[in-house]
């Protein structure tokens, strides 16, 4: 069937306005509305900036869990994050899901951002092209791609009113560059945020129609962030089309209403009903036949089945690709996602300790608690289930296996909440075997269903006619003796048993209506309880369900904490008794999560007292920093290198392996400065004053604040390391550019060293003597370049005219001053050795 303009208003036509009104809402938490009259069936949708969970929170539902997305930014790979697009798109074929609700292009404006790790990078330029990546890979293979979550949603705290202050040139040049970059590549969905911006709650905002459809000629759907839409007519007049989840969104039968009276105007729903036709038309969800594809079919990366091959941004009206399939992922799936891993990782300091040779190791000291149990991901709405997960001890163990003694010390327990149940540890009493036991009861305690779950964090039990309590049983199996942290997380009533003896019970009210809370991380009440090695104990918890707290439900348990300066004596021992020492350390649970900011970026007492101590054993000393944001490291001097893994996804261990031994390079650089401390940030304040939360800050987040105070961090944006140096030679730029056009840099590099690498030449951008408030510099673009050891090579670096333009607020449009500008390059921010002057002529006033 065709899907072009005249099909769509064929289609539009044979509705009622009512019924159009109606497809603009959610029919569940994850589909939209099917209309038969029109063979549209109902699209699917899902969470997914590092794997495509699907529509259930359920651990057997498994998914490929890549990279986090600032892993993904510090590969500076455009085609590589591409690749990955390709294979979340086979994911999303897979689980059947037709829409992907990923990238996050909101910014690193404060090191403090709760969702760092979700978010790319501190810069626009540096976001939109690692987004637009993404978005081309996804929708290659026929996924819809969604830009999340627009605009100056940067942080957690008090997300859902809070009222971002920002002034318009930095609107511009900042907060949505990353979102015009999405829609310059064809992105097919933008998701309005939760937060307000100058006083207009996002979802009500004109910014949806101007820049976003407008200026910026955006022909796809705006959807809602999940319970963002809290009104009707204000929301229905303007640019928002998709009002998220339903069945029971402040749209539905409210907008018909407000149709039908005409406070909505019907032209106002029927472009959104065309654009969601439009939607639906290119995922395969309208009608039985497909129109002409660009090109033949492809295969997505990992399997997925075929795919039109589109052109950039993938179809537009028009175009269908094929029906959905769930093929198993193909095994090169597991691959790509190792290599990402390498790729991203980010070596901060060296001093001649990496790569370590395995032919020259005997016994190698594996330290913390984050080395067994490696933290994959962040939490929040975007985590998934993934099958297996290669933790870094896992990794090195596989790397030296016949080769070298591999030995594990746990060190200290890192602060934070005792965490949920794990089949290792418990078992179903029922079945006996691993995990926990899941009833669901009536009123009257009667049973409804029962299953066997695999650990003790289940965010979605199965709702049946007459469920009144969730009941989480499990037959602990203690290998420590002594005072246990046992606890249950949720809303409402709860209770804990312990071998039919009460540890608590109570009421807890629902103190948030955040989703990221109620349905994802609930707060947890604690008991203590003596337990004993070899005498197994039940533990029954019970919640009550009522409405509005949601279901989840987490049962928790931790031993008694080690002695810590006993721990780090035994970590001191292993590590001075190894050829060489790796610690692990990073940030726990409910450190970097969606709903919450950080307070501070230490890791703790013990944590650093735990590598002080393996230091201090061995010079030999790598430490591992597995977090998904900045964190202060104040004994990165005292090791001999330290390597920053982020949240590295499932392949984690292989790929962090394959660095640390030498397979391969790090190729990672950091898309964010990294503070010493956090004091010496420009942008800490994350917490609104009287729901109001100021960008003061103007244009200076990230290494441009840091410039503009004069101010050294720990590591600059754009830093990293490899296993070679380089000389940085000579800059060439032209003589004059023109204004409103790209610009070409050349910058000639040698390799130094005694290996063959990879560099990411990078070029910044100052004007001395603007007009206008400028950064000191910042960033306009890069380049890769490889070459072998002596081997010089010349980096081509574009540099987009958008870079050196700026927003004229009372002219509200875009300007280029002529004149004099400075280019610099070099290996990051803080280190450009290379500099020449350009001279950019007219049309200087004219406009662009």
Known sequence: MGTGDEEIDRLLGKLTPRARALLLDGATTWRTRAEPALGLRELVMSDGPAGVRGEAWDERDTSVLLPSASALAATWDEPLVESLGGLLAAEARRKGVDVLLAPTLNLHRSPLGGRHFECFSEDPELTGRIGAALVRGVQAHGVAATAKHYVANDSETDRLTVDVRVGERALREVYLAPFEAAVAAGVRLVMAGYNAVDGTT????????????????????????????????????????????????????????????????????????????????????LGEGEAPGGGGPREAPGGGGPREAPGRGGPRAGETRPPA???????????????????????????????????????????????????????????????????????????????????????????GPAPPLDHDVCTDPRSGLPGVLLRMLDADGRELYAERRRGGRLLEPRLVPGAHTVEVAARLRPRTAGRWTLGVAGFGRMSLVLDGRPLLAGDFPLPTDDPAVVHVNPPAQYAEADLAVGQDALLVARRELAPGTGRATVVSAAPPAPDVAASLADAARAAAAADAAIVVVGTTEHGECEGYDRTVLTLGSTQDALVRAVAAGNPRTVAVVNSGGPVELPWRDDVGAVLLAWFPGQEGGGGLADVLFGHTEPGGRLPTTWPAVLADAPVTRTRPADGRLHYDEGLHIGHRGWLRHARTPAYWFGHGLGYTAWAYEELTVPSEARAGDDLTVRVRVRNTGARAGREVVQVYLARPGSAVERPVRWFAGYTAVRARPGETVTATVRVPARALRHWCVEERAWRTEEGRWRVLAGRSAGEVPLAEDLEVRGPGAGRE
């Open 202 to 285: 996002m979802t009500a905002s004109d910014l949806l129609t101007d820049p976003l459809k407008g200026e910026w000629g955006f022909d796809g759907v705006v959807v809602s962030d999940w319970g963002a839409v809290r009104t009707t007519v204000d929301t229905a007049r303007g640019g928002l089309d998709l009002a998220m989840p339903g069945p029971d969104s402040p749209w539905g039968e409210a907008l018909a209403r407000a149709v039908a009276d005409g406070a909505v105007p019907e032209a106002a729903v029927d472009d959104k009903v065309r654009r969601l036709l439009r939607l639906a038309a290119w995922v395969g969800a």
């Open 325 to 415: 399939s769930r093929p198993t992922v193909a095994p090169e799936g597991r691959p790509l996602a190792r290599r990402a891993v390498a790729a991203g990782s980010v070596l901060l300091a060296n001093r001649g300790v990496l790569p370590l040779d395995p032919g020259g190791l005997r016994t190698v000291a594996v330290i913390g608690a984050h080395a067994a149990r490696t933290r994959t991901q962040g939490g929040g709405s975007a985590g998934v289930f993934p099958r297996e997960e290669v933790s870094v001890l896992d990794g090195i163990r596989d790397a030296l296996r016949g080769r070298a003694r591999v030995v594990h010390v746990p060190g200290p327990r890192p602060d």
